[in-house]
């Protein structure tokens, strides 16, 4: 069976700090890569999402930047983190085309910008 | 554009039905998904429409009419656990999700 983790679960950092959030997939190969961020009480914000190795699509430009270096590993940073940059970040997985509507979410890391 | 429109909070008793509508506007149309969010955690996914209809899971339904762009969520014998945020998501042309922001479902005993 697939299984995704994140982490960290939590994070508080300073503005202006560096910010790095790892995600990895097990049990299945060349998945779909989703980065999205939530506001409190809001709905999802699509960050970036990878269709495969080194292959990275921005839907929103900002102070985030993600990379995808092996297949089922997927990476959030950022040089320089805003207060406006706080939220509870989530990666997810799918299969591709069709199936990419089905996706499965990691636990996700809330972070906290002070 | 394209936009997902949900109510925002809803309201229903312990024991009983609620419906939750979605409309959606998209650029092509690859089907309408609906995912739960419990405060805190992540989304899971719930079910998938493509075709008009009535999808039933158990306690759960999904219907799609897509002449209308609309789509409803129905949960039959409500449960304290279903006390959720659900989530209707439109796919595109290009298989992206188009997300809604949510409708907060409160559960009163």
């Known amino acids: 069976s697939q299984t995704i983790h994140q982490w960290p679960a939590t994070l508080v950092q300073p503005v202006g700090s560096p910010l790095s959030l790892e995600c990895t997939v097990e049990g299945t190969s060349n998945p779909n890569l989703y980065w999205y961020r939530q506001a409190a009480g809001r709905g999802l914000q699509l960050l970036f999402y990878?269709?495969?190795?080194?292959?990275i699509s921005s839907e929103v430009p900002q102070n985030l930047s993600a990379s995808r270096p092996q297949d089922r590993q997927f990476i959030l940073s950022s040089k320089k983190l805003l207060l406006s940059d706080s939220g509870f970040y989530l990666c997810?997985?799918?299969?591709?085309?069709?199936?990419?509507?089905?996706?499965?979410f990691g636990p996700g890391t809330r972070l906290t910008v002070t | 554009g394209q936009n997902i429109d949900q109510p925002t909070e809803m309201t229903a008793t312990e024991g009983a039905i609620v419906q939750i509508n979605c409309t959606y506007q998209t650029s092509g149309f690859n089907g309408l998904f609906w995912y739960q969010q419990h405060a805190g955690e992540a989304p899971t996914f719930l079910s998938y429409n493509v075709l008009d209809g009535l999808e039933e899971k158990g306690r759960f339904s999904s219907f799609l009419s897509r002449s209308k762009g609309y789509s409803y969520l129905l949960l039959k014998e409500l449960q304290m656990k279903d006390s959720a945020s659900y989530l209707c998501?439109?796919?595109?042309?290009?298989?992206?999700?188009?997300w809604g922001a949510g409708t907060k479902l409160i559960i009163k005993p």
């Open positions: 990878s269709v495969g190795i080194g292959q």
């Open positions: 998501a439109a796919m595109d042309s290009n298989y992206q999700l188009i």
């Open positions: 997810a997985w799918s299969a591709e085309g069709q199936d990419a509507g089905e996706q499965y």
